[in-house]
């Protein structure tokens, strides 16, 4: 029997192939096997639980709004995210804040919800 990975979203280790996928069968999630071994895409929160795609944050400090006059307060809930894997400013979450529209955010100042 071959060594999978746990489960990236619930860290089940019941995982198994089907075809090029890797499958959970607690929580359903399915991923790319091919991308389960590449280590360096995985991207952490400011407590370094492991985001993914669709997944709700909290912003955990104030944040200034360049170009804007009001700021994105602590404990801004942000539904849905986006990640952007070899991000070329060092924003690796796209999302879209009530009040504000889309906005690029550091992984580094939200936790998981």
Known sequence: MENLPNCPKCSSEYTYEDGSLLVCPECGYEWNASMASEDENVIKDANGNVLSDGDSVIVIKDLKVKGSSSSIKIG???????LVHDPSDGHDIECKIDGFGAMKL????VKKS
């Open 76 to 82: 801004t809930k942000v539904k849905n995210i986006r």
């Open 106 to 109: 550091k992984s580094s100042v």
